[in-house]
């Protein structure tokens, strides 16, 4: 099927491939989470490329204000890339193709959503059952675009039908530019561990790049995986909401230095920072919001967590929330923080 060709010459666009081999820790997607101003902040804090939460290729069609909002970004989080979710294939092919006029780097196609309302449709990760509509899929989008097309999967639909490994050759036979891998299957949705061996194991057989993704909270651990996996990037999620640092740390300890002796945590300056992202694009209602929310995952695993979460939850103003968060986070710069992997954290998303 071929799709009229909308213009897609942008003379910013970035190769969000060679940005990975420069940059191999990249923010995984969160619906909710890494919307505009937080992918702006992160691209600041060190990761090397950003993508936007899932987009409903259907809610393209109509383009709502929710959804362009959605796919909004600037030239400072490039390379960024803009995720696509749904099981019509010409739904799927015109939003790629929105994606490019708007000037995005890259479209990402979504294949690991476990959430019941995306699947039943048949969209997310109930492509992983169904690989010929996946291919078919792959093909309608790919030649409708010329910007690079990724995917993003899990391990499979459940431990009995984990495919992968076969999902990354249709990928690479289709010109997919790289597979992330969630190491979880579908029914697993958050519990249990992502499984790196396993992620391992399709990258030893991949012809095209493998991000590796699942339960990476530390920057020494962002780099073990990278190299024991022998993946070319990682995505980190979670992870990133709990230490906003780890991308800017992972990157110095991958190039050989050390950041605790170099790199200093400066939590004021890093929540002002946060803070301008936001209010450059949000009312002050949803700016206190999204403020309380990310200084209280900030000071996870930090002396004083709880009692300072119940406090800024409390706060009435913006500036309230501000002071009360520069005075916690002034205390804990040259803290170590406490591992806290076993604590359940965020265990719903949509990939
Ligand atoms: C709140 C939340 C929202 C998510 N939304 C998306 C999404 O929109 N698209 C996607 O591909 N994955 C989404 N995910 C999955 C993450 O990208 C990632 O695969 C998963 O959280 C495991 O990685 P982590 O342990 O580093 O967080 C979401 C995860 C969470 C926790």
């Not at 691209?43 to 290729?57: C, D, F, P, Q, Y």
Request: hydrophobic share 40%.
């Amino acid at each position: 099927m071929a799709y009229a060709r909308l213009n897609s010459s942008h003379p910013f666009r970035v190769d969000p491939v060679q940005a990975l081999r420069q940059n191999p820790f990249v923010l995984a997607p969160m619906a909710g989470i890494t919307d505009h101003p937080f992918r702006s902040f992160m691209r600041k804090m060190g990761t090397g490329i950003v993508v936007t939460e899932l987009v409903s290729a259907t809610g393209i069609e109509y383009k709502s204000e929710r959804t362009m909002s959605l796919m909004s970004f600037d030239e400072g989080q490039r390379p960024v890339g803009i995720q696509l979710f749904g099981e019509e294939i010409s739904h799927v092919a015109r939003g790629a193709q929105m994606v490019e006029e708007m000037g995005a780097d890259f479209v990402d196609l979504n294949f690991g959503c476990p959430v019941p309302k995306v699947v039943k449709k048949g969209a997310g990760s109930a492509m992983l059952k169904d690989l010929p509509a996946m291919t078919e899929l792959l093909k309608a989008v790919v030649s409708a675009v010329k910007i690079p097309v990724t995917i993003k999967i899990r391990t499979g639909w459940d431990s009995g039908t984990r495919n992968a490994d076969e999902v990354v050759k249709i990928a690479y036979n289709e010109g997919i530019s790289w597979v992330a891998i969630h190491g979880r299957t579908r029914a697993q949705a958050y519990s249990g561990l992502s499984d790196w061996d396993y992620i391992a194991e399709v990258k030893s057989k991949a012809k095209l790049p493998i991000l590796g993704n699942g339960d990476i909270l530390f920057a020494r651990q962002a780099v073990e995986r990278l190299t024991q996996s022998g993946c070319d990037g990682v995505m980190i999620g979670r992870g990133a909401l709990k230490n906003p640092y780890i991308f800017r740390d992972a990157l110095a300890i991958y190039r050989g230095e050390e950041p605790d002796k170099t790199l200093k945590r400066d939590f004021g300056t890093l929540f002002m920072a946060l803070k301008e992202a936001i209010v450059a694009r949000c009312e002050d209602r949803i700016t206190q919001i999204q403020l309380k929310k990310f200084a209280a995952w900030f000071a996870t695993g930090y002396p004083g967590a709880a009692q300072f979460r119940k406090q800024i939850f409390q706060a009435k103003t913006t500036d309230e929330v501000t002071d009360l968060a520069l005075n916690y986070f002034k205390t804990l710069n040259d803290i170590v923080q406490e591992d806290t992997s076993s604590e359940a954290f965020l265990m719903g998303g949509h990939g």
